[in-house]
């Protein structure tokens, strides 16, 4: 079935001074070693969740260059491992920054802009009331609450409504309240601690089928090493 596009404007990530958490987000493409062989990685097939289409991301480009080569690079310039995405929604692009002092910056799969996080966003052409997916990472440990806002002071409103596991760690599951400077503003998201560093990944929407989504997903990350 194709995809169509959406009626309504694309969101569009904004920057004021208050808001330098989401500027702090954008990663570049390069290399480095996959946790697990290539070869024994998998990728996974397509799955639909609320007619959200998710396929394979191993081919995917963003800004030219493919999801795991992305991961690689942002490893590496990181220096710390990166859950890299094994599906992503169809037609997925990489969202680009619109104000602020990372204007113009595309956040595929990245180094924060001016932070040592890991920052990505993608959105997809849809017709439903589901936004952008996020992952970050913390080159540190992280509380719930500093890590959907880290590095900006955004102050979000978030409530736990759970737990999960993510690749064999306990995950705490959270809605995150409207917010002017968090990207996670208004998503449902997973956030876990894995070796000293604290994640987060979560799609726009606080419904069911934004859980249903953070959990596809997160059972398809394939872990990159600097």
Known sequence: MPVRRSSRPAR?????????????????????????????????????????????????????????????????????????????????????VRGGPCNGIVLGIVRGCRSRMLVASVEWPTTRPVGPVGVVGSPRLRTPAQIVDDPAPARSRLSVIGHTTV?????????????????????????????????????????GNALALDKATAKRLVWVKP
Do not use: K
């Open 12 to 96: 569009r990530v904004r920057f004021g001074s208050a808001t330098a958490l989401a500027a702090a987000m954008a990663f570049l493409p390069h290399l480095g070693t996959l946790t697990t062989p290539t070869s024994a990685v998998t990728w996974a097939g397509p799955v639909t969740i609320g007619g959200t289409r998710l396929v394979p991301a191993a081919t995917m480009r963003l800004t030219g260059v493919t999801i795991p080569r992305q991961c690689r690079h942002a490893a590496r310039t990181l220096g710390f491992p990166v859950p890299c995405p094994g599906l992503l929604p169809e037609g997925a692009a990489a969202t680009r």
């Open 167 to 207: 690749r064999g760690q306990r995950a705490t599951i959270v809605r995150v309240g409207a917010s002017n400077g968090s990207m996670f503003g208004g998503h449902t998201a997973l956030i876990w601690d894995r070796a000293g560093h604290t994640y987060a990944l979560g799609y726009h929407g606080v419904d």
